[in-house]
Nanobody, 126 residues
Framework: VQLQASGGGLVQPGGSLRLSCAAS????????MGWFRKAPGKEREFVAA????????AYEDSMKGRLTISRDNAKNTVYLQMNRLNPDDTAVYYC????????????????????WGQGTQVTVSS
């Protein structure tokens, strides 16, 4: 599986962005999809994930309420809608795919994701 993330950019505090991640292959619907981010000087961290078949989602606690993850299996694409962005959200955002049928508690673990995209930069600044 190859993943191509897009949609990042410069946005003012309080603004919104929608990230997209396009996947290759015909088995996209069977993959669990996740978003992670890495801010300068910090470890990469979990942001959001959606199970295969859209059977469940998970969000990083501090961002819950500002995020919506969704997927369009017909387009082999997963989306991350981010609202009310603030400077702490500045990071490179990575999409990832897992062929595993993960339970909710496993969605946050990087090691469960086998495929990673190249990342898209999100900068929140006035």
């Amino acid at each position: 599986v190859q993943l191509q993330a897009s949609g990042g950019g410069l946005v003012q505090p309080g603004g919104s962005l929608r990230l997209s991640c396009a996947a290759s292959g015909r088995t996209f619907s069977t993959y669990t999809m996740g978003w992670f981010r890495k801010a300068p000087g910090k470890e990469r961290e979990f942001v959001a994930a959606i199970k295969r078949g859209s059977l469940g989602t998970a969000y990083e606690d501090s961002m819950k309420g500002r995020l919506t993850i969704s997927r369009d299996n017909a387009k082999n694409t997963v989306y991350l809608q981010m609202n009310r962005l603030n400077p702490d959200d500045t990071a490179v955002y990575y999409c990832a795919a897992s062929p595993l049928g993960l339970i909710t508690s496993e969605l946050r673990r990087e090691k469960n994701y086998h495929y990673w995209g190249q990342g898209t930069q999100v900068t929140v600044s006035s």
